[in-house]
């Protein structure tokens, strides 16, 4: 180990005694040198209209060119000279760029990577061209680094055919890395497609065919030269591919580089997983649940410090009302289904954050993290930019012309400027370039709050320009430790972004530690690209992977910064290189440089470490004999009720379990969806299930079955079988939303219908409870939603049983305010106040948490003061003594916070509903708060189809951007209105406190991150205190929402006290993908399992390990 000191001069850039409590600072370029500027020119012959990606800049590269411990940078230009500048230190660069010979083609330059081609300890620079297209001819180039010449100077050779890479092709950017593990650099050349070039279809039948110019390819190096092999490698080289964002990553940590693309449109992107047979196999939507919808700048590190890499892929979703609102949105809903059927992955057109969750899937979180919106956005990095120990976010920012916004398209699609647009522009026609906003904007920078969320910090830090950013990049410029940025811009300087966390002009100066690294390869790698390193400090662990292409278009230099904040020492730093040898470094001095050598590393490195040997659950393969798959049934409810929030169709199956055939075993009951029977399995000696047939189940099989309750109604010795069904398919007095009440003959047969009162209802949820202590089961049914009317509260029944099965209406008699409470979702009977009597407890959407107190038979409804700001979006309830002091406390689901909408108390999200155009039909118009004013929710598209009226209100979209809702309608018809709010949309533990007192705190963040439907609660790791299983997901809301679905399932450990962990999901061994709607316990043989029913999915069962 060699170790190097660093230069630790101040940069006296300004005033020597200015002073600051920025982070960052822009460095002049009168200072800097750095005249470098992206300068586009618009023609009649080349503009955005004949080249789409004409507004997507260029990049930039850093990399110690001369050997001087300095680091350099080269830019790239679209249409004129690239430029290499030589750090001189002290922030000071010199224009290079002739004497160097690196000045490029002079066509449409687009990514640059720097790397080490032949290994001879000299940096080389690979520019990727645009060619074969219009009037470029140009071939992608490598320049060669000769060596420095007496002045420090470097010299380079074009030599790109020498190895085999003077590719042509429509190239965004290219990565080195080893992706054989055989120690050589190969490299994958990322390209993008044309609109020209066929690119609508069916995935089947265009994804795999080869497109010479607009493909991606994996160039395998053999002895120096560099071959061909995407086609038997397993990569996608097809014009649906519209290339913008790669890099390179163990996603899996099984040593071997794994591989993600970024698309832009309708293409999937693509994750392909290394098979350590110089193959790989795409897995985007076994992994990812969604991704963005217009991918641009990407990259994987680890953010959350458990060692496995998460990845940050940019959109274009605007931060700012104004823009969102007059800017493209996500598609129609048809639209969205119609590609879907095409075999399209679900994709939203805003910022992912996938994090990694160990097991090879991952969560979406951006929208709980707080970085889905950061505008037209182009590259990302991870990197410590405070060196606090965690990794922040760099996004760069601002499109020349904005190309998506609504007004100008509109004024585009005339059918005159269409078909002008169709041939040749002339100069005065230019005009039409000329009428496209122009906005520039800030860059983004997230500081990470350590807990999986970010706070952007642009201004507080010093990022408060606009700009046009395209291509960025990260590097200790000037040697004091920590990490200055570099953007590539349209039509000015380059920003050099000094990091100032070293220098004594801010105010609140810290001194953190630091680690920087750097690596001496094997022969054929010099830089140890691939080199992963764990370093451990505190008992936490960071992690991070020695590859330069990352971002957008450009690459970082081959070394690393580890910040340690206020740490003096680290426990250890195991150095992991590509054939997996390592080595393991202690006693390692801080706030220094250290050169790792590969001729010190041995053995192999044992990535099983990072993986749960045993897991708390298992899931069983086999069936079990209950081949049982939910199919639901094809039904948009947009169609009918456009501005609908969500739909309400989706809510079974409903799952049922006891011994419903007498024989001491447990029995299941699994719900239909519309058109489906529902089944019985019954349970075997054999400690398996046969289905049992069911005429009447047969001949209900129209019902939409959502809840069922098995419970001896009758008091016959024998479990009958209640079920409620929902839909929302049938209104007024559909026989289809009357719950039915089946009879067993003893034997398990279903033989006739009970004794129930004309009830009607699209219900949600079954709570049984003998309520009235008259020694039967009574029955509280919940409304889910007025049929066609969502908006209107429903009507929810209390049954009395008069203990022969025979029920009775008795809402209004017994509990008036339950009639019309209102959009139930779930209910359970509990002694919230020990007064031997069961209350109901509800909840609902647009309610609080509402306890119906028992008092001798009759439900009231009782204020309770620390629940009046519990309004949300509930699903779902549990009860149990969970801190152990005697009294039922409570778990309830909610939405969860991954989530475009939020709500607190002073900023609620409501709901509008009333007939807004007098049409005859219910309107719903949900609006949420932006810097404390109200805005409708939905775009001016769909309000506008759903209310024409309002389209002659707001002509054009910009004039709808700046409406309040207040703006929309007269405040009459507001005011008449029924209104409904939502104030917290957090999961939470409620904790009851006694005397009708309650205390209520959210659940552990990885709860948050999806919808809670459905709360099972019991000892699952044998500590004798009570713990949750929860499961999740919701995909029917609206389109602009998207998909809830960062949920696998979560396990949350309880302490005895009221205080859950979560336990990984690699260690809990459950990955559900799904809507999960129920988890039950049942007992099969002597064997205790859980089973988990999700929404158009096959059932599982569970088990714990012994």
Same mark, same amino acid.
């Given at each position: 180990?060699?170790?190097?000191?660093?230069?630790?001069?101040?940069?006296?850039?300004?005033?020597?005694?200015?002073?600051?409590?920025?982070?960052?600072?822009?460095?002049?370029?009168?200072?800097?040198?750095?005249?470098?500027?992206?300068?586009?020119?618009?023609?009649?012959?080349?503009?955005?209209?004949?080249?789409?990606?004409?507004?997507?800049?260029?990049?930039?590269?850093?990399?110690?060119?001369?050997?001087?411990?300095?680091?350099?940078?080269?830019?790239?230009?679209?249409?004129?000279?690239?430029?290499?500048?030589?750090?001189?230190?002290?922030?000071?660069?010199?224009?290079?760029?002739?004497?160097?010979?690196?000045?490029?083609?002079?066509?449409?330059?687009?990514?640059?990577?720097?790397?080490?081609?032949?290994?001879?300890?000299?940096?080389?620079?690979?520019?990727?061209?645009?060619?074969?297209?219009?009037?470029?001819?140009?071939?992608?180039?490598?320049?060669?680094?000769?060596?420095?010449?007496?002045?420090?100077?470097?010299?380079?050779?074009?030599?790109?055919?020498?190895?085999?890479?003077?590719?042509?092709?429509?190239?965004?950017?290219?990565?080195?890395?080893?992706?054989?593990?055989?120690?050589?650099?190969?490299?994958?050349?990322?390209?993008?497609?044309?609109?020209?070039?066929?690119?609508?279809?069916?995935?089947?039948?265009?994804?795999?065919?080869?497109?010479?110019?607009?493909?991606?390819?994996?160039?395998?190096?053999?002895?120096?030269?560099?071959?061909?092999?995407?086609?038997?490698?397993?990569?996608?080289?097809?014009?649906?591919?519209?290339?913008?964002?790669?890099?390179?990553?163990?996603?899996?940590?099984?040593?071997?580089?794994?591989?993600?693309?970024? =698309?832009?449109?309708?293409?999937?992107?693509? *994750?392909?997983? +290394?098979?350590? @047979? #110089? &193959? $790989?196999? /795409?897995?985007?939507?076994?992994?990812?649940?969604?991704?963005?919808?217009?991918?641009?700048?990407?990259?994987?590190?680890?953010?959350?410090?458990?060692?496995?890499?998460?990845?940050?892929?940019?959109?274009?979703?605007?931060?700012?009302?104004?823009?969102?609102?007059?800017?493209?949105?996500?598609?129609?809903?048809?639209?969205?289904?119609?590609?879907?059927?095409?075999?399209? =992955?679900?994709?939203?057109?805003?910022?992912? *954050?996938?994090? +990694?969750?160990? @097991? #090879? &899937? $991952?969560? /979406?979180?951006?929208?709980?993290?707080?970085?889905?919106?950061?505008?037209?956005?182009?590259?990302?990095?991870?990197?410590?930019?405070?060196?606090?120990?965690?990794?922040?976010?760099?996004?760069?920012?601002?499109?020349?012309?904005?190309?998506?916004?609504?007004?100008?398209?509109?004024?585009?699609?005339?059918?005159?400027?269409?078909?002008?647009?169709?041939?040749?522009?002339?100069?005065?026609?230019?005009?039409?370039?000329?009428?496209?906003?122009?906005?520039?904007?800030?860059? $983004?920078?997230?500081?990470?709050?350590?807990?999986?969320?970010?706070?952007?910090?642009?201004?507080?830090?010093?990022?408060?320009?606009?700009?046009?950013?395209?291509?960025?990049?990260?590097?200790?410029?000037?040697?004091?430790?920590?990490?200055?940025?570099?953007?590539?811009?349209?039509?000015?300087?380059?920003?050099?972004?000094?990091?100032?966390?070293?220098?004594?002009?801010?105010?609140?100066?810290?001194?953190?530690?630091?680690?920087?690294?750097?690596?001496?390869?094997?022969?054929?790698?010099?830089?140890?690209?691939?080199?992963?390193?764990?370093?451990?400090?505190?008992?936490?662990?960071?992690?991070?992977?020695?590859?330069?292409?990352?971002?957008?278009?450009?690459?970082?230099?081959?070394?690393?910064?580890?910040?340690?904040?206020?740490?003096?020492?680290?426990?250890?730093?195991?150095?992991?290189?590509?054939?997996?040898?390592?080595?393991?470094?202690?006693?390692?001095?801080?706030?220094?440089?250290?050169?790792?050598?590969?001729?010190?590393?041995?053995?192999?490195?044992?990535?099983?470490?990072?993986?749960?040997?045993?897991?708390?659950?298992?899931?069983?393969?086999?069936?079990?004999?209950?081949?049982?798959?939910?199919?639901?049934?094809?039904?948009?409810?947009?169609?009918?009720?456009?501005?609908?929030?969500?739909?309400?169709?989706?809510?079974?199956?409903?799952?049922?379990?006891?011994?419903?055939?007498?024989?001491?075993?447990?029995?299941?009951?699994?719900?239909?969806?519309?058109?489906?029977?529902?089944?019985?399995?019954?349970?075997?000696?054999?400690?398996?299930?046969?289905?049992?047939?069911?005429?009447?189940?047969?001949?209900?099989?129209?019902?939409?079955?959502?809840?069922?309750?098995?419970?001896?109604?009758?008091?016959?010795?024998?479990?009958?079988?209640?079920?409620?069904?929902?839909?929302?398919?049938?209104?007024?007095?559909?026989?289809?939303?009357?719950?039915?009440?089946?009879?067993?003959?003893?034997?398990?047969?279903?033989?006739?219908?009970?004794?129930?009162?004309?009830?009607?209802?699209?219900?949600?949820?079954?709570?049984?409870?003998?309520?009235?202590?008259?020694?039967?089961?009574?029955?509280?049914?919940?409304?889910?939603a007025t049929p066609w009317r969502y908006g209107i509260p429903p009507d929810s029944y209390l049954l009395l049983?008069?203990?022969?099965?025979?029920?009775?209406?008795?809402?209004?008699?017994?509990?008036?305010?339950?009639?019309?409470?209102?959009?139930?979702?779930?209910?359970?009977?509990?002694?919230?106040?020990?007064?031997?009597?069961?209350?109901?407890?509800?909840?609902?959407?647009?309610?609080?948490?509402?306890?119906?107190?028992?008092?001798?038979?009759?439900?009231?409804?009782?204020?309770?003061?620390?629940l009046e700001n519990s309004i949300g979006w509930w699903n779902s309830l549990a009860a149990a003594d969970f801190?152990?002091?005697?009294?039922?406390?409570?778990?309830?689901?909610?939405?969860?916070?991954?989530?475009?909408?939020?709500?607190?108390?002073?900023?609620?999200?409501?709901?509008?509903?009333?007939?807004?155009?007098?049409?005859?039909?219910?309107?719903?118009?949900?609006?949420?708060?932006?810097?404390?004013?109200?805005?409708?929710?939905?775009?001016?598209?769909?309000?506008?189809?759903?209310?024409?009226?309002?389209?002659?209100?707001?002509?054009?979209?910009?004039?709808?951007?700046?409406?309040?809702?207040?703006?929309?309608?007269?405040?009459?018809?507001?005011?008449?209105?029924?209104?409904?709010?939502?104030?917290?949309?957090?999961?939470?533990?409620?904790?009851?406190?006694?005397?009708?007192?309650?205390?209520?705190?959210?659940?552990?963040?990885?709860?948050?991150?999806?919808?809670?439907?459905?709360?099972?609660?019991?000892?699952?790791?044998?500590?004798?205190?009570?713990?949750?299983?929860?499961?999740?997901?919701?995909?029917?809301?609206?389109?602009?929402?998207?998909?809830?679905?960062?949920?696998?399932?979560?396990?949350?450990?309880?302490?005895?006290?009221?205080?859950?962990?979560?336990?990984?999901?690699?260690?809990?061994?459950?990955?559900?993908?799904?809507?999960?709607?129920?988890?039950?316990?049942?007992?099969?043989?002597?064997?205790?399992?859980?089973?988990?029913?999700?929404?158009?999915?096959?059932?599982?069962?569970?088990?714990?390990?012994?």
């Amino acid at each position: 180990m060699k170790l190097l000191s660093l230069l630790l001069g101040a940069s006296a850039i300004f005033s020597c005694n200015s002073k600051t409590d920025k982070r960052f600072r822009i460095v002049s370029s009168d200072y800097t040198g750095i005249t470098f500027q992206n300068q586009l020119k618009e023609t009649a012959d080349f503009n955005i209209f004949n080249y789409m990606y004409f507004y997507n800049g260029a990049g930039v590269a850093v990399g110690d060119l001369n050997g001087d411990d300095l680091i350099d940078i080269y830019f790239t230009s679209n249409q004129g000279s690239n430029k290499l500048y030589l750090n001189r230190g002290k922030l000071k660069f010199i224009d290079i760029t002739e004497s160097a010979k690196v000045e490029g083609s002079g066509g449409w330059a687009t990514g640059v990577t720097m790397v080490d081609i032949n290994n001879d300890g000299l940096m080389d620079i690979y520019v990727c061209n645009v060619g074969g297209y219009l009037n470029f001819k140009e071939r992608n180039q490598l320049f060669v680094n000769q060596g420095n010449d007496k002045s420090g100077v470097p010299h380079f050779q074009e030599m790109a055919s020498e190895y085999g890479l003077d590719l042509m092709g429509f190239s965004t950017q290219a990565s080195f890395f080893d992706y054989d593990n055989d120690g050589d650099l190969d490299m994958f050349l990322l390209n993008h497609s044309l609109h020209q070039n066929g690119t609508y279809g069916k995935v089947s039948s265009l994804r795999p065919k080869i497109h010479p110019t607009a493909g991606d390819k994996l160039m395998r190096n053999e002895n120096g030269k560099y071959v061909d092999v995407t086609t038997e490698s397993g990569i996608y080289s097809s014009a649906l591919g519209y290339g913008l964002g790669i890099v390179a990553s163990d996603v899996n940590l099984d040593g071997w580089l794994d591989i993600y693309v970024g =698309n832009d449109f309708h293409e999937n992107d693509y *994750l392909y997983i +290394n098979q350590k @047979d #110089g &193959t $790989f196999k /795409e897995s985007i939507e076994v992994s990812m649940n969604h991704t963005s919808r217009y991918t641009m700048g990407v990259d994987f590190a680890d953010f959350n410090n458990d060692a496995y890499p998460d990845l940050i892929a940019m959109d274009m979703l605007p931060d700012n009302y104004q823009r969102l609102k007059s800017s493209m949105a996500e598609d129609p809903y048809d639209t969205y289904l119609f590609k879907a059927e095409f075999g399209y =992955n679900e994709q939203y057109a805003r910022n992912s *954050l996938q994090l +990694n969750n160990q @097991d #090879g &899937t $991952f969560s /979406e979180i951006a929208l709980f993290a707080g970085v889905a919106a950061t505008d037209w956005s182009w590259s990302t990095f991870f990197a410590d930019f405070d060196l606090d120990g965690d990794k922040d976010i760099f996004v760069s920012n601002g499109i020349f012309r904005r190309s998506n916004d609504l007004d100008y398209i509109s004024f585009i699609s005339n059918d005159t400027i269409q078909k002008t647009l169709g041939n040749k522009l002339n100069e005065r026609q230019l005009r039409f370039l000329e009428k496209m906003p122009q906005v520039k904007v800030k860059n $983004f920078v997230f500081e990470n709050n350590n807990d999986s969320t970010f706070t952007n910090k642009a201004d507080e830090w010093g990022m408060d320009e606009p700009s046009y950013s395209n291509g960025a990049t990260y590097a200790d410029l000037d040697n004091d430790g920590d990490l200055d940025i570099v953007t590539n811009n349209i039509d000015e300087f380059a920003f050099v972004y000094e990091n100032l966390t070293f220098e004594d002009k801010m105010e609140k100066r810290i001194s953190p530690s630091f680690l920087q690294l750097q690596f001496l390869g094997a022969p054929k790698n010099r830089n140890g690209i691939g080199v992963k390193v764990f370093l451990y400090a505190d008992n936490k662990i960071q992690m991070q992977e020695n590859i330069p292409t990352r971002g957008f278009q450009s690459s970082v230099d081959p070394s690393l910064i580890f910040g340690l904040g206020i740490k003096t020492k680290i426990d250890s730093l195991i150095v992991v290189w590509p054939d997996e040898s390592f080595q393991k470094l202690i006693n390692v001095g801080l706030s220094r440089k250290i050169v790792i050598d590969k001729k010190e590393s041995k053995g192999r490195f044992d990535y099983n470490r990072f993986r749960s040997t045993k897991t708390l659950f298992e899931t069983m393969t086999d069936d079990l004999g209950c081949k049982y798959q939910h199919r639901e049934n094809s039904y948009v409810e947009f169609d009918r009720e456009l501005l609908m929030p969500f739909m309400v169709s989706e809510e079974g199956p409903g799952v049922a379990i006891g011994d419903i055939n007498s024989d001491g075993l447990d029995d299941l009951y699994l719900g239909g969806a519309k058109w489906q029977t529902s089944q019985i399995f019954i349970q075997t000696k054999n400690n398996n299930f046969r289905l049992m047939e069911q005429p009447l189940l047969v001949m209900d099989s129209t019902y939409e079955d959502v809840d069922a309750k098995l419970s001896d109604f009758d008091n016959d010795k024998d479990l009958d079988l209640f079920i409620v069904s929902g839909g929302n398919e049938f209104a007024g007095k559909s026989k289809y939303m009357m719950p039915r009440l089946y009879l067993n003959d003893g034997n398990g047969l279903f033989t006739k219908y009970g004794s129930l009162p004309e009830i009607y209802l699209t219900g949600a949820c079954i709570s049984i409870n003998d309520f009235d202590k008259d020694g039967d089961s009574d029955l509280f049914l919940g409304a889910r939603a007025t049929p066609w009317r969502y908006g209107i509260p429903p009507d929810s029944y209390l049954l009395l049983n008069d203990g022969h099965g025979n029920f009775s209406d008795a809402t209004l008699t017994l509990a008036t305010e339950l009639k019309q409470f209102g959009f139930i979702k779930s209910a359970i009977w509990a002694d919230m106040n020990q007064d031997g009597w069961n209350d109901l407890v509800v909840a609902a959407e647009w309610k609080p948490l509402s306890i119906f107190y028992n008092q001798k038979g009759k439900l009231v409804l009782q204020s309770i003061k620390q629940l009046e700001n519990s309004i949300g979006w509930w699903n779902s309830l549990a009860a149990a003594d969970f801190d152990k002091d005697g009294d039922i406390d409570l778990v309830a689901g909610n939405l969860g916070l991954n989530s475009k909408l939020k709500a607190d108390s002073e900023h609620p999200i409501r709901m509008y509903v009333s007939d807004f155009d007098k049409n005859g039909s219910i309107e719903q118009i949900l609006t949420h708060e932006v810097n404390g004013i109200e805005y409708p929710f939905n775009t001016r598209d769909e309000l506008t189809k759903q209310i024409p009226s309002l389209k002659k209100k707001y002509l054009s979209y910009q004039k709808f951007a700046n409406a309040e809702f207040k703006d929309l309608f007269s405040q009459q018809l507001i005011g008449n209105s029924l209104i409904y709010k939502a104030t917290t949309l957090e999961s939470v533990y409620v904790e009851n406190l006694g005397q009708n007192r309650f205390d209520i705190r959210p659940l552990p963040k990885q709860a948050q991150f999806s919808t809670v439907n459905t709360i099972l609660v019991d000892d699952f790791n044998n500590d004798h205190q009570l713990d949750l299983l929860l499961g999740g997901n919701f995909f029917r809301s609206n389109i602009q929402m998207g998909r809830y679905d960062a949920s696998y399932g979560n396990v949350l450990l309880g302490n005895g006290k009221g205080s859950f962990v979560s336990l990984p999901n690699s260690k809990a061994g459950i990955s559900w993908r799904g809507p999960v709607r129920k988890i039950a316990p049942i007992q099969i043989g002597k064997t205790r399992y859980d089973v988990v029913v999700t929404n158009n999915d096959s059932i599982k069962f569970i088990k714990l390990r012994q």
